[in-house]
């Protein structure tokens, strides 16, 4: 079995990490350290949390969003080990979409637990659950609890914000859902701790019902973030079309990959269907030579590597000469003049 290299324009699937430019892997490596660094922020604050939490709801409900905090930067640091390996002959498309799987286990967890913890809020409304928050001594002075959650919650949520906002800007370069979903999460951090604070401080004013209630708002915000991670998830790995790292709109590489491909003077029309594999994108693009044309092999190769160089994203790329397009609606073609 042959050990060389591929050469300069041969298809090559590789590693998820062949595939990023210097700015990417500089990219990589920030994100890899500030989720090392969330990972100790939030270790700490899910101690400082359970130690004064007592039996508010609100704060248990803040507590298990601090645990769930933890999930997606595991999943990324497993994900980014794995997406290093090469293909083989299980993998022949790679470990790229470890990224996906990662984003997939993160959406269930926050889900499932969003789900027990509404449950558990509205439960502690209809029953009438009224938390005691009481006194507790510190440096020999009798204090009332809900001042220490007060101070816990305001000092934990400076940090995930900062960092939340940091890993924004890297989710975007790196197209890493992952880090967005965390990143997502961490920047909204402080609307936990506000709901939170009320909370505890309507138990203090004699409303029984703030804790609960504050819990719920707590608890509804974890159940939306995991549904809309697990839709962008399980999107993703059923192959659904592109779409940007923040799932708002379908990535613009697919029109750019059907332009770039009507432009050669022996296409007359063009049509790509690109699937999301994590950072990367597997592009199958299937042209329609002029009347009369019969394309050479190099000219196909010639316009693979065109495609391959409008972004580093584009990694695996198929070009397909067919008679005519595949009757697919999803197909946006471009037809040269």
Do not use: C
């Amino acid at each position: 079995m042959s050990s060389r290299e591929p050469e300069a324009g041969e298809e090559d699937t590789g590693s998820g990490h062949d595939a990023f430019g210097a700015a990417q892997r500089d990219a990589l490596q920030r994100a890899i350290r500030l989720e090392w660094i969330t990972l100790a922020w939030m270790t700490g604050t899910v101690v400082l949390v359970a130690l004064v939490a007592g039996q508010s709801q609100a704060m248990q409900a803040a507590w298990a969003e601090d645990m769930l905090s933890l999930l997606p930067p595991i999943a990324f640091l497993v994900a980014t080990r794995r997406i290093r390996k090469q293909p083989d002959r299980l993998h022949p498309y790679g470990f790229h979409r470890s990224i996906g799987v990662a984003h997939l286990v993160a959406a269930i967890a926050l889900l499932t637990m969003g789900g027990y913890l509404v449950f558990d809020s509205v439960m502690g409304l209809v029953t009438v659950d009224r938390p005691p928050i009481g006194l507790t001594v510190l440096f020999g002075h009798a204090i009332w609890s809900g001042w220490l959650m007060v101070a816990v919650m305001l000092v934990t949520s400076i940090g995930p914000v900062i960092l939340g906002l940091k890993k924004m800007k890297l989710s975007e370069q790196l197209h890493d859902k992952v880090l967005y979903a965390d990143a997502d999460m961490s920047k909204a951090d402080w609307t936990t701790a506000v709901a939170t604070i009320a909370g505890v401080l309507g138990v203090g004013l004699g409303l029984w019902w703030a804790d609960a209630t504050a819990a719920l708002l707590v608890s509804v915000s974890i159940l939306r973030d995991g549904v809309k991670n697990l839709r962008g998830s399980i999107g993703g790995l059923t192959d659904a079309e592109a779409r940007t790292y923040d799932e708002s709109e379908p990535h613009p590489l697919t029109l750019q990959i059907e332009v770039r491909a009507g432009q050669e003077p022996w296409v007359g029309e063009a049509a790509a269907r690109v699937r999301d594999q994590g950072h990367v994108f597997h592009a199958e693009v299937f042209v329609v030579p002029r009347p009369g044309v019969e394309p050479s092999v190099r000219q196909v190769a010639d316009l693979r590597d065109r495609i391959h160089e409008l972004d580093w994203k584009v990694h695996d790329v198929v070009v397909a000469p067919v008679p005519e397009l595949p009757p697919r609606q999803t197909f946006r073609s471009t037809l040269r003049t």
